[in-house]
């Protein structure tokens, strides 16, 4: 498995935009699906967006789609998380996520996480 540590969360204001990063640990990182979730408050955690192992492949939520977009470096074994014209409906802890074999939409399935980090969008 990968160790996956976030970064890049903070506050802002209702417009703007924030880049998260994910940094993986191990040598195997260019196998897996990288994905992004969120978590707000009173609410089960949901799929934001993820890229396949090749970087050629994305697949976002709905709620996001258009505004944010997911990329990766292998090289560096990171994964990034644009989000722009943020919304008070972003507000989450969002987490990194790493699948070997599944990369779909259930939380569940996925082989590794990160300790998230918060996002808050003001109105």
């Known amino acids: 498995q990968v160790q996956l540590v976030e970064s890049g969360g903070g506050l802002v204001q209702a417009g703007g935009s924030l880049r998260l990063s994910c940094a993986a640990s191990g040598r195997t990182f260019s196998s897996y699906a990288m994905g992004w979730f969120r978590r707000a408050p009173g609410k089960e955690r949901e799929f934001v967006a993820r890229?396949?192992?090749?970087?050629?492949?994305?697949y976002y939520a709905d709620s996001v789609k258009g505004r944010f977009t997911i990329s990766r470096d292998n090289a560096k074994n990171t994964v990034h998380l644009q989000m722009n014209s943020l919304k008070p409906e972003d507000t989450a802890v969002y987490y990194c996520?790493?699948?070997?074999?599944?990369?779909?939409?259930?939380?569940?399935?996925?082989?590794?996480w990160g300790q998230g980090t918060q996002v808050t969008v003001s109105s």
């Open positions: 996520a790493a699948g070997l074999v599944y990369s779909g939409i259930n939380p569940f399935r996925w082989d590794s």
């Open positions: 890229i396949m192992w090749t970087g050629n492949s994305t």
